[in-house]
């Protein structure tokens, strides 16, 4: 019964025990919960022990040990192990033992071996061991080669190499396809694949053995190949089919190897039309197989390859059929024609491919290979072409270290300056008009058909281009065809952006052509910039820049050719800026607007650059430019580049200071601290709250800091007197006026010149002055400090706030 029930009851009752009984009724409540709390430690305890302490790991299932060997691999490992020692034991038989035997004897042990290893297969098939006839199967298979080898050494002696292996080839090929397709023999997966590899052999020896040239023994490579596509078409079995693959592509790739290399070595149209053949019959093979890959439904025969990748191997073969067809024919052209002819007849067969395209007849995988094989030969045609546009275009850029050295006689020779020309160059441009015109006459396709355009447009431009060189045109009529290029494309209405690219080509060729003679330096240069002025109306982001480029180059060009000097070229120039700053003001166009000032202070740079040998023209060039930059910042969108003006103005007034000998910094240094505080004040009238430092300090401290650290070395009194006036009259007005930086700066500068000039009379006291006084007169001063710390802290505290409050 616990203390508080005692209470109760002890309450509800008339007597009230004495203080010593209601004590002990304490102290026994107190006894019983001191017992159940150490009963509650303890069980904590032990749970707290039981958490902590890990649980075992839970015990681990036994697993069988799974044997290493099935007993089927075990079974082909003891049967393939069977049949190599058997096939070894016949080979040493052969070799050693046969020569004991008589031809009757040889005979009986040739056909009793062969005929029962043969034969075993089919007794085996009928009990159900498939794996023990195949091993038995292949040992037969073996010992017909082994067979074929001991009649050739004994019975055949006569027989050379070639002629007897391509017989015996033949017959083992002929031999095991009869008893791979026996019914009994049927279920034996080797028989049919070893006679397609014994028949690889057949014409190949054929060939050899019949002393066949070149010519003969590629033919019998593409029949063979031709005997391979056949059995992988037709084929079941996937081991048949996959060698039969194989024999297709490896034979055939030697083929056609052997074949174009032939075609292209051909001396004459008798060994060209007989590798052209050679490279037909390839074609025929590749088309046929493409033509039946494409009638594949689901899955192709006998494998499991998507239907989709069937039509891929079709999609190949077509375009190596096509590819293969204008070898062919170009060859036969190429014996009968000049070498300047053999790219444009290749290419006339690459054309004619594009007629198969449209013919319903072929399936569709064929077409769209002949299309693809098609676009492979132009393309390959437009890279040949590519030497020819590369020298006519970059060729001229050498006559900037020749300029003005004599016109050349035709174009030819303006182009090849220092590279050669290529050869067989002549049909180049037939070309790149022919490749132009499939494109814009062949693709009709919605997607395809912008961009076919500009294909055609970009190609014809190349022809053009390189037509006059070709041609060797004389170079005035050269440079004349250059101009009217330049002219037609920037009037063409279609592929905008593209024909101004290819403008700005044509012109900087005709601008580099032109630099051989002063005269059609001029005439070029006058006839560009007057071309792209024109036409700037039209699409002014690039042609009006290019304009002002031409008119910069222009003006330098008119110098040279009036024998100024660079720094009286520059004023010319600086017509170029002017003329960018007007257009600029009348554009709209944002981005129009940015190439033409760029292009204008480009201009304006070169100007600096001519003038930079002369100060007296180098400070009127900057002065210009400064008044063209003031003019362009009264345009509200270009305020900013007032600053860029007052520059290009301090910058004018330094290089006249300059010109005219003066060393006195203020000179430089006023000019610029006059204009930065009167904008300062300007600001601080806006806005009152802009600190003084921001108003006033860059400009203050243009002028102050360069005085004071001439005057620290001016041996006169005049400059730092008028330096220390001028600096205390800026610490009286910054304490005045409760400007911070006005005081800062003009007491520092005020403290450091009255230092510059005590400094002599303070080392003439020091000299004076015992060794000993300078220590003790830094100890008093320390000792002075000390006993004042605490109020110079509180003076440089309230130095702070005063300092802080001002502005």
Same mark, same amino acid.
């Given at each position: ?8 009851? +002890?309450? !509800? ?10 004590? %002990? ?56 192990? !069977? ?7 016949? *080979? ?16 009986? &042990?040739?056909?009793? &071996? ?14 159900? $061991? ?87 023994? /590629? ?11 056949? =059995?992988?078409?037709?084929? /079941? ?70 239907? /989709?990748?069937?039509? !891929? ?19 036969? @052209? ?5 070498? *300047? ?15 198969? =395209? ?8 064929? %077409? ?28 001229? =850029? ?18 090849? &300056? ?63 065809? $250059? ?29 580099? &052509? ?38 910069? /180059? ?60 002369? +100060? ?25 580049? !007032?600053?860029?003006?007052?520059? $290009?103005?301090? $910058? ?66 005049? %400059? ?55 220590? @003790? ?7 002075? +400090? ?16 005063? +300092?802080? %409050?001002?502005?």
């Amino acid at each position: 019964m616990s203390y508080d029930v005692t209470r109760t009851t +002890l309450q !509800g009752m008339t007597h009230f025990p004495p203080p010593a009984e209601e004590l %002990r009724l304490l102290d026994a409540e107190l006894f019983h919960l001191d017992a159940r709390r150490a009963q509650l430690l303890r069980r904590r305890a032990w749970l707290v022990t039981a958490l902590q302490t890990p649980a075992p790991p839970p015990p681990r299932p036994t697993v069988a040990a799974r044997p290493e060997a099935t007993a089927p691999r075990v079974q082909n490992v003891l049967l393939m192990l !069977g049949g190599v020692l058997l096939l070894i034991a016949a *080979t040493a038989f052969t070799l050693v033992s046969w020569g004991d035997l008589g031809i009757s004897g040889r005979a009986a &042990v040739l056909g009793a &071996v062969t005929t029962a290893t043969l034969a075993a297969p089919v007794a085996l098939l009928r009990r159900g $061991l498939r794996s023990t006839a195949e091993s038995v199967a292949g040992l037969g298979l073996a010992l017909t080669v082994l067979d074929a080898y001991a009649l050739h050494g004994a019975v055949f002696t006569g027989a050379e190499g070639a002629p007897y292996t391509a017989v015996a080839s033949a017959l083992l090929a002929g031999l095991w396809l009869a008893y791979g397709l026996l019914p009994p023999l049927k279920e034996l997966a080797l028989p049919l694949p070893a006679a397609v590899l014994a028949a690889q052999l057949p014409l190949f020896y054929s060939a050899l053995a019949l002393d066949a040239d070149a010519y003969g023994v /590629t033919a019998a490579l593409l029949v063979t190949a031709a005997f391979d596509t056949v =059995v992988a078409l037709r084929a /079941t079995a996937g081991l048949v089919r996959f060698l039969a693959v194989v024999g297709a592509y490896g034979l055939g790739g030697s083929g056609v190897w052997a074949a174009g290399s032939l075609s292209w070595t051909a001396t004459g149209p008798s060994a060209a039309a007989r590798a052209a053949a050679l490279l037909l019959l390839a074609a025929t093979i590749a088309l046929a197989a493409a033509w039946r890959g494409t009638s594949a439904q689901d899955t192709a025969p006998g494998t499991d390859l998507p239907a /989709t990748q069937g039509t !891929g191997h079709a999609f190949g073969l077509s375009i190596a059929s096509a590819l293969l067809l204008v070898a062919a024919l170009g060859g036969m @052209a190429r014996s009968a024609l000049p070498g *300047t002819w053999t790219v444009p007849v290749h290419l006339a067969c690459g054309i004619a491919l594009l007629a198969a =395209v449209r013919a319903d007849r072929l399936p569709e995988t064929v %077409r769209r290979g002949f299309a693809a094989a098609s676009g492979a030969v132009q393309a390959l045609a437009v890279v040949w072409t590519l030497p020819v546009v590369a020298v006519t275009l970059l060729g001229p =850029v050498a006559w900037v270290t020749h300029a003005w050295s004599g016109a050349p006689a035709d174009l030819r020779e303006a182009v090849t &300056v220092d590279a050669p020309w290529p050869p067989d160059a002549a049909t180049a441009p037939l070309v790149l008009v022919a490749v132009a015109a499939v494109l814009a006459l062949a693709v009709r396709h919605t997607d395809w058909r912008p961009r076919a355009l500009t294909g055609a447009l970009v190609l014809t431009w190349a022809a053009v281009l390189t037509l006059p060189a070709v041609l060797e045109l004389p170079y005035t009529l050269g440079l004349l065809m $250059l101009g009217s290029v330049t002219g037609v494309i920037l009037a063409s209405p279609y592929g905008q952006p593209t024909a101004t690219v290819l403008a700005l080509a044509t012109s900087a060729n005709l601008g580099f &052509v032109a630099l051989a003679s002063q005269s059609a330096t001029l005439t070029a240069l006058g006839a560009l910039t007057a071309i792209f002025a024109v036409v700037s109306w039209r699409f002014t982001v690039v042609t009006a820049p290019a304009a002002l480029a031409y008119a910069t /180059t222009l003006a330098c060009a008119i110098g040279a050719a009036a024998d100024w000097q660079p720094q009286y070229t520059a004023l010319l120039v600086l017509a170029v800026p002017v003329s960018a700053a007007l257009l600029a003001a009348r554009l709209k166009e944002p981005r129009a607007t940015m190439t033409v000032e760029v292009a204008g202070a480009v201009a304006a740079l070169l100007a600096l650059a001519l003038a930079a040998t002369d +100060l007296p023209m180098l400070a009127l060039v900057l002065s210009l430019c400064g008044v063209i930059a003031a003019g362009t910042a009264l345009r509200p969108d270009r305020h900013t580049v !007032g600053y860029a003006s007052a520059a $290009l103005f301090l $910058l004018a007034t330094w290089v006249r200071l300059a010109a005219w000998e003066v060393d006195t910094p203020e000179a430089y240094t006023l000019p610029v601290t006059v204009p930065a505080l009167f904008v300062g004040f300007l600001r601080r009238r806006r806005a009152p709250e802009t600190s003084s430092w921001t108003a006033y300090g860059p400009g203050l401290a243009a002028t102050l800091l360069p005085s004071l650290v001439t005057a620290w070395g001016d041996p006169h009194w005049t %400059r730092p007197l008028l330096l220390g006036l001028a600096a205390l009259s800026l610490t009286l007005l910054g304490g005045g006026y409760s400007l911070q930086a006005p005081l800062v700066l003009g007491g520092s500068v005020l403290t450091l010149d009255a230092l510059h000039e005590l400094a002599p009379y303070i080392v003439q006291v020091t000299d004076a002055l015992p060794r000993w006084v300078p220590p @003790a007169l830094a100890g008093l001063l320390l000792l002075a +400090l000390g006993a004042t710390y605490e109020r110079r802290i509180r003076d440089v505290q309230r130095m702070r706030n005063i +300092l802080g %409050r001002m502005s």
